[in-house]
């Protein structure tokens, strides 16, 4: 047996009871509200879990990157939603060569990204499914109107090897009931139509606690992050730091000063995502300390606030702002059971940037 | 012949040209300042231009971390120095194997780092070169005095297996002069204690041009990111956006509004490094465009001041913020003499996260 003290430092801890918990949860909140689950991948990027979601309930998985979707694709996932604009004859052609195999659709925003699919995706017989692509009030990617929606997806109908699959979004955290509207206008308007909408596919593990409220207009609901959880989850109200399932394990290097702590795990392990908070990450071992900064291998902490201040050679476990992109930074992980390493696993899909 | 932009992006572009350029400028500073130039690698993490910078005249290379040191030691490089406290005994024993194949030294900053080292390495015939690490302004790691920093010198030579090597201190940007007049007192301290002071080792991109200032207080300097430069080094007055040598090559995927471009490179490929800028990179086909925003996969172009605007499909270069850690997250890079392929190169040191 071993302790997860014994391994070298920085390295990436996956508690399984709490991600087998917070996968449980979402799952059983999910069928409570009548809505279907496909989880991200991103967040963890491993076959392992993207399984035992799909065990669990899931309809099938989430990805973000066509490497992503090869990767879970080998690994046996049948039902995949790339959730990414394809643009270019190179990516077509692997989005192809997986449509060949396994269920996958995608999405597009453009009527240039949808003209580009149907030179791909020519066979009527065998159809490529596009949900229209909307922004609810994201800012990123997106139509910008209802309207707009039904012409893409008119487009989308009115080309062969193409079929409507739906409208996606990717709502901004907390304006879930604005999401919530903008696809309920458009739901009328495709209604009056007479355009029907197969599937209306939302997600986001911040507001995942309201998929009920998110039912009321979306049949599925896509949360990444909700498996593992972190700082920025426990911020937004959707988690508590006992939810947090992966820890960044590091060693106190240095203690120059009474007030300063350096650890050997900087932005090359937690990455320098803020996302609009204060510091880096929460120091299960030490509340009080505050990550104030990093630089690629160092971290850099304020343990004033301390009543026990951490000792050169002492292992502390942060819980990153925000763990997707961690699993990211590191060839493997290792998962545990208590303080007991279980199995150490390759990040199948790390790196996976095309 | 492969035209770069036959490549599937998001990919890293290495500007050869402009990569040896650098280089070269950088070595003949040093020789000028009369300086030994001791580059690290953590911006380039290949033995190819590792090598390339010995042979330019660098006097061995800098490494980060144990993994970073093996891998360049396994490619060939024989002078080495890790500017990381090493903490730990299994840390200690792969520092030690390396110590018995090449020339490696490293750094301490505490009498518990030195008590360490002191245990694993016993032998007085083959001893381990130390420098005590000085915190000159950084805040980072370091001791805080020069008084300090003779005591640890002192520690280290009382103890058989280890040998005092010098100095050693990453200034903080544009602070060299402070730096340089903190290790001038030191060498005084040092002097009239007659402990003798093989070499001071300083460092740092952004003060690289000061080189011949800081040959003032210092014998040797370690510079990573001036062999690619990146936005930051533009805004810190050390390179022009001419000397960049790394891009990251993006695909515009989305136009949803007249003002909004998205690309296909998000945190996953720039990184969320700001390092005190506005902005996550510099578009080199749309100059004016601000890179307003990065989720993981998503960039989000604001081109709004933008005469012409980019189309879906548009291929662009992007200058990150920060080149070091976007060689990290990318598992190869293009290597390109003007707009042509030479070589796809595996990032040998990436993800060497301990």
């Known amino acids: 047996m071993t302790h997860y003290s014994e391994l070298d430092t920085p390295a990436v801890l996956i508690d399984l009871d709490r991600a087998e918990s917070n996968l449980k949860k979402a799952q059983d909140a999910a069928n409570k509200a009548g809505i279907a689950l496909r989880p991200h991948i991103k967040t963890h990027k491993l076959p392992f879990f993207a399984k035992k979601q799909v065990e669990l309930g899931a309809v099938g998985i989430?990805?973000?990157?066509?490497?992503?979707?090869?990767?879970?694709?080998?690994?046996?996932?049948?039902?995949l939603l790339l959730t990414f604009n394809i643009i270019g004859a190179a990516k077509r052609a692997r989005l192809k060569s997986l449509h060949?195999?396994?269920?996958?659709r995608t999405v597009a925003d453009s009527a240039d990204c949808v003209a580009g699919l149907g030179e791909t995706f020519t066979d009527p017989d065998r159809p490529l499914g596009v949900f229209v692509e909307c922004d609810t009030g994201m800012g990123r990617c997106g139509?910008?109107?209802?309207?707009?929606?039904?012409?893409?997806?008119?487009?989308?109908?009115?080309?062969?090897?193409?079929?409507?699959?739906g409208l996606m979004t990717y709502p901004a955290a907390g304006k879930y009931q604005a999401a919530a509207q903008w696809l309920a206008d458009a739901k009328l308007i495709f209604l009056e139509a007479e355009v029907e909408v197969p599937a209306i596919t939302t997600g986001g593990t911040p507001d995942i606690?309201?998929?009920?409220?998110?039912?009321?207009?979306?049949?599925?609901?896509?949360?990444?992050?909700?498996i593992y959880m972190d700082r920025s989850q426990v911020a937004a109200g959707a988690a508590r730091f006992e939810d947090c399932a992966l820890t960044v394990l590091a060693t106190v290097v240095s203690r120059p000063t009474e007030d300063r702590a350096i650890i050997d795990a900087g932005s090359k392990a937690l990455t320098s995502d803020l996302l609009g908070l204060v510091g880096h990450g929460h120091v299960i071992e030490f509340p009080e300390a505050k990550v104030t900064g990093l630089s690629?291998?160092?971290g850099t902490l304020d343990v004033s606030a301390c009543a026990t201040k951490p000792n050169i050679g002492d292992l502390?476990?942060?819980?990153?702002?925000?763990?997707?992109?961690?699993?990211?930074?590191?060839?493997?992980?290792?998962?545990?059971?208590?303080?007991?390493?279980?199995e150490t696993m390759a990040v199948a899909a790390r790196g996976r940037v095309s």
């Not at 989430?62 to 039902?79: C, F, P, S, W, Y």
Request: negative net charge; aromatic residues 6%.
């Open 143 to 165: 139509v910008q109107t209802p309207v707009a929606a039904l012409d893409l997806a008119r487009q989308i109908s009115a080309t062969p090897g193409l079929v409507f699959a």
């Open 296 to 298: 690629e291998e160092h």
């Open 209 to 226: 606690w309201h998929m009920d409220e998110a039912a009321f207009a979306a049949t599925e609901y896509r949360p990444g992050t909700y």
């Open 100 to 104: 060949e195999r396994v269920t996958i």
């Open 62 to 79: 989430t990805v973000q990157k066509l490497g992503e979707a090869e990767v879970m694709a080998n690994a046996g996932l049948t039902d």
């Open 316 to 342: 502390v476990r942060i819980i990153p702002n925000h763990c997707c992109p961690v699993t990211n930074l590191f060839d493997q992980v290792h998962l545990i059971r208590g303080d007991v390493l279980v």
